[in-house]
């Protein structure tokens, strides 16, 4: 597997290498041009596919051949968290949301009845803005604990589970979740659900992938998405698919 660290280690060689043989001979300039091309290029694919590790480890499914997976949610709590929890009361499943600080002012009530209802409150940074993923270590680790303490205050626990903002890794996130001690959340199947799509047309998009052990990304701030959570839960239990809350799943405490 492919590690930040390692591929930096082999660019800087392959560069000394270069500028050595150039000492004696002549080194077009394109192999430097391609060198950094590659460079760049598994550097976008490693920092833009949690799936990868190639920053910081993540469970992205669980190990297991047993039918059973899990539901994440992100970007809430928001008005339309109260469908989401409706549908999985339901269904009587336990889902996950990965939940944005700065959007929980004003919605106190609405996350305190996800985490009284049995669903597992986690930290998905408290800006969650478009920047995020070019931020120092010591501001993501600021935003983190901000997170955290906003949902600390409303449930009294400390979550233990990070979603970094749109997937993306970085050397300065891997280095704050180390030192908060956070298990890094991903996904392997994304319903995109945020695309606007027919209930039935992101329902199939999750069915295609769908395998034991199995997380899936969806978004509780997007109206429609209780439509394929609801459509969804049924065709799980037609498959004889079981849904585990997300700590049964990667044997991880969701908690401090």
């Given at each position: 597997m492919l590690k930040h660290f390692n591929i930096v280690v082999l660019f800087l060689l392959c560069i000394f290498v270069l500028l050595y043989l150039g000492q004696s001979q002549h080194i077009s300039w394109l192999w430097y041009v391609l060198l950094s091309v590659v460079f760049l290029v598994i550097e976008f694919y490693g920092a833009a596919y949690i799936q990868s590790g190639f920053h910081v480890p993540a469970f992205y499914k669980g190990k297991t051949e047993e039918k059973i997976i899990a539901l994440t949610f992100d970007d809430g709590p928001n008005s339309n968290t109260s469908k989401i929890l409706e549908i999985l009361e339901k269904h009587n499943a336990k889902a996950s949301f990965f939940c944005i600080g700065k959007n929980i002012k004003g919605n106190e009530t609405i996350?305190?009845?996800?985490f009284e209802s049995g669903h597992i409150i986690a930290n998905h940074s408290f800006s969650h803005d478009y920047l995020y993923d070019l931020k120092n270590a010591v501001t993501l680790e600021h935003d983190m604990q901000q997170a955290n303490t906003a949902i600390e205050n409303v449930?009294?626990?400390?979550?233990?589970?990070?979603?970094p903002p749109y997937g993306v890794t970085t050397p300065g996130i891997a280095k704050a979740v180390k030192k908060l001690k956070y298990q890094v959340i991903g996904w392997n199947i994304r319903s995109l659900d945020t695309k606007g799509e027919k209930?039935?047309?992101?329902?199939q998009r999750i069915e295609r992938k769908l395998k034991p052990g199995s997380i899936v990304l969806l978004h509780d701030t997007v109206a429609g998405t209780e439509i394929v959570v609801d459509k969804l839960l049924n065709l799980l239990k037609e498959k004889n698919y079981k849904v585990v809350a997300l700590n049964e799943l990667i044997q991880k405490p969701a908690y401090a």
């Open positions: 996350l305190k009845r996800t449930i009294g626990k400390k979550p233990l589970y990070f979603r209930p039935e047309i992101v329902l």
